[in-house]
């Protein structure tokens, strides 16, 4: 049975982690923002949470390896689990829209899924750029299985052999999970530290409302 973590939280960020109150995060300042599909199309940002719920998960690169990994658990939830609980599941990158077929080939990665290139929810949103460790915090994803060292160089294999050797997105930018909606209701707000510092998957679905996922072995877990 994989793990289930009990949230004893609506909302965390920085601010339970330094004992402070839970943050206030307005999203009525990034609603209009556009943001883009694999096939380049815009979208605004608000029409991902306006008529249903939805997990928006903001990656920190396509090329990071604790974000691919992350990735690949996220692909593991299943479609009709998502339909039956009426709630989307989003990823949002900060490279090219270019990068989206490839990254989820890369991870298997069936669910929604669009880029922010300019990174404006990202900086508006007041995710973080640099990188942050706690000797008090997790200090290592349950989603990520390589070591630093494996993961940094396959990374960089991939840039080196991608068609344009980039980063995909800005190396230093951190990510963030969030639980929007309907409407601009956010139930649920985590902002990443560092490259490890994800929120954990089980704690997403349970705050969605939804069952918990073996990701060893996906099924739905009754609970």
Same mark, same amino acid.
């Given at each position: ?64 390896? !604790?974000?691919? &990994?992350?990735?690949?658990?996220? *692909? ?6 998502? $339909?039956?609980?009426? =709630? +989307? ?42 990188? !942050?460790?706690? &000797?008090?915090?997790?200090?290592? *994803? ?6 630093? $060292?494996?993961?940094? =160089? +396959? ?59 073996? $990701? ?8």
């Amino acid at each position: 049975m994989a793990d289930v973590y009990p949230v004893t939280q609506q909302v965390t960020s920085l601010g339970p982690r330094t004992g402070q109150a839970a943050p206030d995060v307005c999203i009525a300042g990034v609603e209009d923002c556009l943001i883009y599909s694999r096939h380049g199309l815009g979208t605004t940002f608000k029409s991902l949470f306006h008529d249903s719920k939805a997990i928006v998960v903001f990656v920190r690169n396509f090329l990071c390896y !604790t974000c691919k &990994e992350y990735v690949e658990d996220l *692909s593991k939830i299943p479609q009709e689990l998502l $339909l039956d609980a009426g =709630v +989307r599941l989003i990823v949002i990158g900060q490279s090219s829209y270019s990068h989206i077929e490839p990254f989820c080939t890369l991870t298997n990665y069936q669910h929604e899924i669009y880029v922010d290139p300019e990174r404006q929810i990202y900086k508006k949103l007041g995710m973080t750029r640099g990188e !942050t460790f706690m &000797e008090t915090a997790a200090s290592r *994803s349950p989603h990520v299985k390589s070591t630093v $060292l494996g993961g940094s =160089v +396959r990374s960089m294999w991939r840039a080196m052999t991608s068609p344009a050797f980039d980063f995909q997105g800005d190396p230093l930018q951190q990510g963030g999970a969030f639980i929007i909606g309907p409407g601009p209701n956010v139930h649920f707000a985590h902002f990443d530290m560092n490259r490890f510092d994800h929120a954990p998957i089980s704690w997403l679905l349970q705050l969605a409302g939804m069952q918990a996922v073996d $990701l060893r072995n996906p099924k739905i877990i009754d609970i």
